[in-house]
């Protein structure tokens, strides 16, 4: 008999550690937060070589990722992190992250969630827009004064 009654309070502790674990597991999948979708609104040609980006707050979001490419180009190029709180970007062109008058760029826009170290998912064609070729200097020859008698 008491054999019978330690087995019966075994397998009892054995089901509530059980059900305790699963829970506890099933409460911590909740607290996950993955930030929710980027919506890029624009991209504007803010300057001869300045891209401004502008986009929609994303739900749990704690950071956002700015990226862009050169149209055609398969892999994007992270150019900037900012914190939850901007809802824009502004591109300048640099030699690390050039942008060249007469291309192509693509942009767009990742959130992140630092506690939960998730990334949202993002528009994998970005917003395009076409840089313009600078226009060129024409050099005006300096007039020669006119010495002379009068």
Same mark, same amino acid.
């Given at each position: 008999?008491?054999?019978n009654?330690?087995?019966?309070?075994?397998?009892?502790?054995?089901?509530?550690?059980?059900?305790?674990? #699963?829970?506890? @597991?099933? !409460?911590q &999948?909740?607290?996950?937060?993955?930030?929710?979708? @980027?919506?890029?609104?624009?991209?504007?040609? #803010?300057?001869?070589?300045?891209?401004?980006?502008?986009?929609?707050? !994303?739900?749990? &979001? #704690?950071?956002?990722r700015?990226? /862009?490419?050169?149209?055609?180009?398969?892999?994007?190029?992270?150019?900037? #992190?900012?914190?939850?709180?901007r809802?824009? /970007?502004? *591109?300048?062109?640099? +030699? %690390?992250?050039?942008?060249?008058?007469?291309?192509? $760029?693509? $942009?767009? @826009?990742? !959130?992140?969630n630092r506690?939960? %170290? %998730?990334?949202g998912? /993002? +528009? =994998? =064609?970005?917003? !395009?827009?076409?840089?313009? @070729? &600078?226009?060129?200097?024409?050099?005006v020859?300096?007039?020669?004064?006119?010495?002379?008698? *009068?």
């Amino acid at each position: 008999m008491k054999k019978n009654r330690l087995r019966c309070t075994l397998f009892l502790t054995f089901l509530t550690i059980l059900m305790l674990l #699963t829970m506890s @597991v099933s !409460a911590q &999948a909740a607290g996950v937060k993955t930030p929710g979708k @980027v919506t890029v609104t624009r991209v504007r040609l #803010t300057g001869s070589n300045n891209v401004t980006v502008y986009w929609k707050k !994303a739900k749990n &979001a #704690t950071n956002y990722r700015i990226y /862009y490419k050169q149209a055609g180009a398969k892999s994007w190029k992270g150019i900037a #992190t900012v914190g939850a709180g901007r809802t824009s /970007y502004t *591109h300048n062109s640099s +030699n %690390k992250n050039p942008l060249i008058g007469g291309s192509k $760029y693509v $942009y767009t @826009v990742r !959130a992140y969630n630092r506690s939960s %170290k %998730k990334w949202g998912s /993002y +528009n =994998k =064609k970005g917003i !395009a827009i076409n840089i313009p @070729v &600078a226009p060129t200097p024409t050099t005006v020859p300096t007039p020669t004064p006119l010495t002379g008698r *009068h």
